[in-house]
């Protein structure tokens, strides 16, 4: 049993170059989300969705996009990395949305853009 | 808005010494309340939650209680390990959405 996967566990981009995390899970979980940790910021959303065809901003959007064509698979995209956007991302699954229904995370991805 | 806040760190104990890493959030309505810990190297994974005012949440020794007229939940451990080495992480869930504190670093020595 995987959980959730993130590839690739680090990436460096010049500034410009767009490219795609990746984030896969097993679980049959309907709500998945896209999270970026800064030091002393703690983790922030970016978006997430609630299911299949279906997904929403959250705190920090600019800069990113994602779509949920599969109930497994929820891809970040960066369209034109720039440096604000080095941080760690992680990826979050659950069954569904609520207190009842713990996030379960990956392992990050460490991305700099220089 | 919604927030949490938590202690700075890092907090730095001995081996069996007691711990508290304050929590305080800010939210409209009753939010859930939730404690991640995040080991080096790795994603977040649930430490214990509370879903109403009074609730207490415990796991593997920490505990914390939904204080609701504090706005507080406070974690504790009453004797920590090197193993406990961590960042913590206080949350509050609203709609579909978690929030999460800035995270506090504990280092444990033996």
């Known amino acids: 049993n995987a959980g959730v996967t993130q590839t690739p566990k680090f990436q460096v981009l010049k500034t410009g170059q767009s490219m795609t995390l990746q984030c896969a899970q097993d679980?049959?979980?309907?709500?998945m989300s896209w999270y970026r940790q800064d030091p002393g910021m703690g983790l922030r959303l970016i978006h997430y969705?609630?299911?299949?065809?279906?997904?929403d901003q959250g705190e920090v959007p600019n800069g990113y996009n994602v779509s949920r064509s599969t109930t497994e698979d929820f891809p970040l995209r960066l369209l034109s990395a720039a440096p604000s956007q080095t941080s760690v991302y992680f990826c979050?699954?659950?069954?569904?949305?609520?207190?009842?229904?713990?996030?379960?995370f990956g392992n990050g991805t460490r991305l700099t853009v220089t | 808005g919604n927030s949490v806040t938590q202690m700075e760190g890092p907090v730095t104990l001995s081996e069996e010494a007691f711990l508290t890493i304050n929590c305080t959030y800010t939210?409209?309505?009753?939010?859930?309340l939730f404690w991640y810990v995040q080991y080096p190297g790795e994603g977040l994974q649930l430490l214990l939650k509370?879903?109403?005012?009074?609730d207490k949440g415990s796991n593997k020794g920490f505990e914390a209680t939904y204080r609701k007229e504090t706005t507080s939940f406070h974690l504790e451990k009453g004797s920590v390990q090197v193993s406990d080495s961590a960042v913590y992480f206080c949350?509050?869930?609203?709609?579909?959405?978690?929030?999460f504190g800035a995270g506090t670093i504990l280092r444990v020595k033996s």
């Open positions: 979050a699954s659950s069954l569904w949305t609520g207190s009842s229904s713990p996030l379960h």
């Open positions: 679980m049959n979980h309907e709500y």
């Open positions: 969705s609630v299911g299949a065809g279906i997904t």
């Open positions: 939210a409209t309505g009753y939010p859930s």
């Open positions: 509370a879903t109403k005012a009074d």
């Open positions: 949350a509050l869930e609203y709609g579909n959405k978690l929030v």
